[in-house]
């Protein structure tokens, strides 16, 4: 699959993977429809696309609110007439041990965020995504993989993601709309930053060594990049993550305590 001249709808457009990914997309000569919440950042992601001599408009969506992802969806195909492909790429943070937590309302938000303001999307756009046998991208992570300490809420919502995508691929069979989801693990954006603590407030810091095993956005976004042009169905980044999953099935109990350990070191 290539990109050029393709509708493609992006959430969380305004920094992080998101930004990077958008650019690298303008630079195949994609339409680009990015959606976030933060109007500045949005718009200097926007400009960076048409520098790339791409067509990008900036749509202000929380995707929280069902009816905001009901106009994003609206307006990429009055602007553009179709939609071929939707990433839902919108993601919140939250860190902290569960017995620590004293705002329980952590877990509604990141689950709004992350799980349901993929599902508002994906059902707006579906029935035009049939039409053009296109493809529906969801950024997961390895946390949607497996249970890692302090991020009880984070792992919940992607593992509600990587549910619901695995069921909705099943359901799709026969309508030539393929889904990916895709699982990096830690990747050098800000996310920890803003992840929500204890409290319920952005931490404002990372708690882990950011030079530490973190990937460069630049190479995740290759990644998505080739795996979105192949179709597939799932990519797992990091050579961690590809075995974890192997050793998950035969030795349950050594990854929890190798995860265990990774968050006693972050």
Known sequence: MRFNHKTVILTGASDGIGRALAITLAQQQANLVLAARNEVALTETVEACKQQGARAIAVLADVTDPDACKRLIDESVQ????????????????????????????????????????????YHALPYLKTSKGLLVAISSLCGKQGVPTRSGYVASKHAMQGFFDTLRIELQGTSVDVLVVSPGFVATDIRERALGADGKPLGHSPRDEGKDTMPVEECVQQII????????????????????????VAPNLVDRLAANAARTQ
Not at 84 to 111: C, H, K, P
Not at 227 to 242: D, N
Request: one cysteine or more; proline letters at 0%; glycine letters at 10%.
């Open 226 to 249: 080739r795996a979105m042009e192949r179709r597939q169905r799932e990519e797992v980044m990091t050579l961690k993550g590809k075995v974890g999953q192997w050793l998950k099935l």
């Open 79 to 122: 602007q553009f007439g179709g939609i071929d492909i939707l990433v839902n790429n919108a993601g919140i943070g939250a860190i902290a041990r569960f017995e620590e937590v004293t705002d329980l309302s952590i877990f509604e938000q990141v689950m709004r965020v992350n799980y349901l303001g993929a599902v508002y999307c994906t």
